[in-house]
């Protein structure tokens, strides 16, 4: 059984830095890609970031992009969003999601396997 773990969320200072940790289980981590989707309140899902486990290629969103860093762990199955220079607008559950590739697409249309999200709430 697929399973995909988050954790590392929680309530931050505009300004400041948040580490996402996404725990993957059930399927063999190296032939997947992890992705970050993020929700906010009475918005529709975006995707953050992807990255292949194979490869380490990733994507980002253009409001990720020079701030936000997708890694990967493979050692220990687990991918990790680190977010800097958080904003209010950052604010949204997040979720980590997994599916065989990695690309624009995917961050567009969403994957396959996804977890239960964490909170990350960017007080002003």
């Known amino acids: 059984e697929v399973q995909l773990v988050e954790s590392g969320g929680g309530l931050v200072q505009a300004g400041g830095s948040l580490r996402l940790s996404c725990a993957a289980s059930?399927?063999?981590?190296?032939?997947?890609?992890i992705g970050w989707f993020r929700q906010a309140p009475g918005k529709e899902r975006e995707g953050v970031s992807c990255?292949?486990?194979?490869?380490?290629?990733?994507y980002y969103a253009d409001s990720a992009k020079g701030r936000f860093t997708i890694s990967s762990d493979n050692a220990k199955n687990t991918v990790f969003l680190q977010m800097n220079s958080l904003k209010p607008e950052d604010t949204a559950v997040y979720y980590c999601?997994?599916?065989?590739?990695?690309?624009?697409?995917?961050?567009?249309?969403?994957?396959?396997?996804w977890g239960k999200g964490t909170l990350v709430t960017v007080s002003s």
């Open positions: 059930g399927f063999t981590f190296d032939d997947y890609a």
């Open positions: 999601a997994a599916d065989r590739r990695c690309s624009n697409y995917y961050l567009i249309y969403g994957m396959d396997y």
């Open positions: 990255i292949s486990s194979s490869d380490g290629r990733a």
